[in-house]
């Protein structure tokens, strides 16, 4: 697989929510190997932001009817307990995408609680789950000295 490369979706500008979704702007990644300059970084004022995607599938709603019933995973073969572990394991290459490419990582999938208050159904953030979404995003953002110098360096032009 190391010989493999897919194009990852990153998240490059955030919006606001809009009709309770998170509206994010996205790129890709460089290719392994890719030179230096042909990498999203600073000196090209673009700072990657992964997010984790939040969802109702978690392992305390496994056994759940009505969480069960809002994922219906049964289209794409899978059962809930697969659905879970799929979901965790891409939530764990997206974390070390960002780490080995440098850039921000952003956990929804914990930011989010895994109920109905925050998503409408397995994927689909309520008007509440936005907005604890974005405070997560923030927060990341407000924390890393990354995007501050780079936020600093755009506010000064």
């Not at 990852?8 to 030179?35: F, H, S, Y």
């Not at 939530?91 to 409408?120: K, M, T, W």
């Not at 907005?131 to 923030?138: K, V, Y």
């Amino acid at each position: 697989m190391a010989d493999t490369w897919m194009p990852m979706p990153t998240i490059t500008r955030v919006g606001g929510c809009w009709g309770g979704k998170v509206m994010l702007g996205v790129g890709t990644l460089p290719k392994p190997g890719d030179a230096p300059r042909k990498r999203l970084t600073q000196g090209d004022r673009v700072l990657p932001v992964l997010i984790s995607q939040a969802t109702i599938v978690s392992k305390d709603n496994l056994n759940r009817e009505e969480y069960r019933r809002a994922t219906e995973t049964d289209y794409v073969g899978m059962t809930m307990p697969v659905l879970l572990q799929t979901w965790l394991e891409m939530n764990r290459i997206i974390q070390e995408v960002s780490e080995q490419n440098s850039a921000i990582f952003v956990d929804g999938y914990n930011a989010v609680p895994h109920d109905f208050n925050c998503l409408e159904d397995h994927v689909h953030l309520t008007t509440q789950g936005c907005d604890i979404l974005a405070r997560a995003i923030a927060a990341t953002l407000l924390n890393d000295k990354r995007f501050l110098n780079l936020a600093h360096s755009l506010v000064k032009k």
